[in-house]
């Protein structure tokens, strides 16, 4: 657990490597929503656009051909004479042009042409019209046949053409024929003329509708990419209530959901938290009765023995061994009651209630010395020899909270004195001579690291609690309380060392346990 308001629920799921891994690549709300309306708009845009483009082309084909039906009906009633200086009028008017020719004549000759209608023209018309042509069949009819020619002038052309007899009202020539030719517009001119329009008016208004769809799905889904960031800082614990929007819709609700949520693991948290504080205190005080308890006894043992023993020495020594039992556990009391003000070295620890103090430089062999002789009524009083081997290594000076260490290797000497005491030298070997109990205080030392071992005669721990043998209220002994180890090893981390264990034979005897402490000097 953090503080200031911040709790750690533990990773999500969605974050595993596994999980990420074998997931499917991953499709944004976005991209689901735009893709399809994106299509759909494409597709009706699309085919709205070809579809007035077509029926525009056809439309002004339409008209063309509409313009000289009207043409041919206007000249087939027309009441006054079609005379040459009428049809020039008539040209400029409607932009037609007129070719009046003999029927039936081998003179080619037309009786009037346009001035524009060169003899490529003519031929061309001669080939869609021949003069034997029955022209009731052919004039203003649905069907205007065009006519394409190439004009040296002009290239390639097209010319609606319609021919008419030649009205009786204007005829000179009983036998002769009008026939009309009205511009065309090419294929390609028309299509860029009035199927352009109605495209880039598609094309617009799908750019338009583009836009308008895009803003729309950003309006949906901005929001709920904002619930979903603010979804995954209050899995990584950070308790803090999302903005609610104005506008009422189901976004909306989702939000006031997760706010729901929000201030119900607000209180979760605080209950944890208080449950977890009382649990803490309850190991504080398990961890201090445990240290006043091996202090207690230590007193009581050396006055026990001091009211036994009245030649003197032994009195002084037992009576001095009290008084220092009992400074240490003044000494346990003071730091207990200063938990709440930790300095120096670092926090309290869990279980211990360690508090740092400043640094101190000690020999190792004085450290041993020390915490020996306050216990040894103790194992005088369990008939377990204790001792320390002479080493190079015991005139080691290192840095540490003396009180610290001092509980620490007390821990660990009482706890072997405990187990020499309850094992009586069992061998785990067959005929292998059986060990007197004894405790045995050894040291090492590297460059940087100093390496205490304490060695018992005692069976070892059982193979249930191998595993565990550290962690709180772990014990084997129905009078223990499970923390001596626990304190010793929080004392050695923070110390910058650690605490490991292992059984041992020595010159063949019984395996020994030996419980090694690890220190930086």
Known sequence: ????????????????DKVTSDRRARTPLQRQLLHPLLLVLGVGFLLASITNAVLAVRNARAVEGLRLKQLSSSLLKASFPLTANVLRQLEELTSARFLHEKLGSADRVPMYRSEDLTTE????????????????????????????????????????????PFPESARGDPASRLVILMPSESW???????????????????????????????????????????????????????????????????????????????????????????????????????????????????????????????????????????????????????LSQPRGLGEQAAVSGYVATERQSIRLDGLVESVLQLIEPMARHAHVAISQEPSPAMETELSGDVVALEQMLSNLVVNALEAAASGIGRPDAENAPRLSPAVIVKASAKATRISIEVWDTGAGPPEGVAQTLFQPFVTTRPEGCGLGLTVAREIAVAHGGDITWRREKANGAAPWTVFQVTLAK
């Open 1 to 16: 657990m953090s503080d200031h308001g911040r709790f750690t629920l533990g990773k999500p799921a969605i974050g595993g």
């Open 121 to 164: 023209m003519i031929n061309a018309v001669e080939h869609v019209w021949p003069r034997d042509t029955t022209l009731e069949s052919k004039t203003i009819t649905d069907s205007i046949p065009p006519v394409r020619f190439k004009s040296v002038e002009d290239g390639a052309r097209t010319l609606l053409s319609a021919a008419i």
């Open 188 to 338: 390609r001119t028309l299509w860029l003329r009035t199927a352009l329009p109605p495209l880039a008016a598609g094309a617009l208004a799908g750019l338009v509708s583009l836009l308008i769809v895009a803003w729309l799905s950003r309006r949906f889904t901005d929001p709920l990419l904002e619930v979903a960031t603010r979804t995954t800082a209050i899995a990584q614990g950070e308790l803090i209530p999302l903005t609610v929007p104005e506008r009422d819709d189901e976004v909306r609700d989702l939000i006031l959901a997760i706010n729901l949520m929000v201030r119900e693991l607000g209180q979760l948290h605080q209950s944890i938290r208080h449950g977890e504080q009382l649990r803490t205190l309850g190991q504080l005080g398990a961890g201090f009765a445990h240290q006043l308890r091996n202090a207690a006894l230590g007193a009581r043992m050396a006055l026990e023995f001091s009211d036994r023993d009245t030649t003197g020495g032994r009195d002084e020594e037992s009576l001095r061994i009290a008084m220092a039992q009992l400074q240490r556990m003044e000494l346990y009391l003071d730091r207990f009651l200063k």
